[in-house]
T-cell receptor, first 110, second 116 residues
């Protein structure tokens, strides 16, 4: 079955760039997503990328996809304390439902 | 409006109680989902409704009973729950459950359920 792996924890200083990594096993993945979850809240869709793209940029967020290595990353430029949250990578193959990674907790210190 | 609204935000119920969780969206989405999320874990899919019909039941115990009265509303009826059912219950919606351009799933803020 599909598997999505993420590192569990990342700590950065305010103003630095954060890079959260994700690997997946399903080569048929069509769409890859990044969700943000703040404590006690639901999931907020940050961005997504189609599998035929290498990169997508949206303001402070840059998503890079290496389809050959099945590696997805989310770069947050100028990280702020408000970016502290859990970030979930998720993938979907065609008609299937989302498969989530275990989430990466990002801690931004002043 | 990209909002999925869930009520209540918090719920405490006894093991003999019957309660319902509600979810509403007005984005015209035709697929709606229930997820269960335990602390420090990713969401786990429970049910998917597509065009108001139950399309996926991930072997969820019958003490959880979903209902989709119309395309904007999704309920989760709870009866005879166990303490281990305590979790954050998330509702989501998407354009439909079939792959396509609009494949984003939007999540509500969740209902924090505690079973005592």
């Amino acid at each position: 079955g599909e598997d999505v792996e993420q590192s569990l924890f990342l700590s950065v200083r305010e103003g630095d760039s954060s890079v959260i990594n994700c690997t997946y096993t399903d080569s048929s993945s069509t769409y890859l997503y990044w969700y943000k979850q703040e404590p006690g809240a639901g999931l907020q869709l940050l961005t997504y990328i189609f599998s035929n793209m290498d990169m997508k940029q949206d303001q402070r967020l840059t998503v890079l996809l290496n389809k050959k290595d099945k590696h997805l990353s989310l770069r947050i430029a100028d990280t702020q304390t408000g970016d502290s949250a859990i970030y979930f990578c998720a993938e979907r193959e065609g008609y299937s439902t989302l498969t989530f990674g275990k989430g990466t907790m990002l801690l931004v210190s002043p | 409006d990209t909002e999925v609204t869930q009520t209540p935000k918090h719920l405490v119920m006894g093991m003999t109680n019957k309660k319902s969780l509600k979810c509403e969206q007005h984005m015209g989405h035709r697929a709606m989902y229930w997820y269960k999320q335990k602390a420090k874990k990713p969401p786990e899919l429970m049910f998917v409704y597509s065009y108001e019909k139950l399309s996926i039941n991930e072997s969820v115990p019958s003490r959880f009973s979903p209902e989709c009265p119309n395309s904007s509303l999704l309920n989760l009826h709870l009866h005879a729950l166990q303490p281990e059912d305590s979790a954050l219950y998330l509702c989501a919606s998407s354009q439909d459950s079939v792959g396509g351009v609009d494949t984003e799933a939007f999540f509500g803020q969740g209902t924090r359920l505690t079973v005592v």
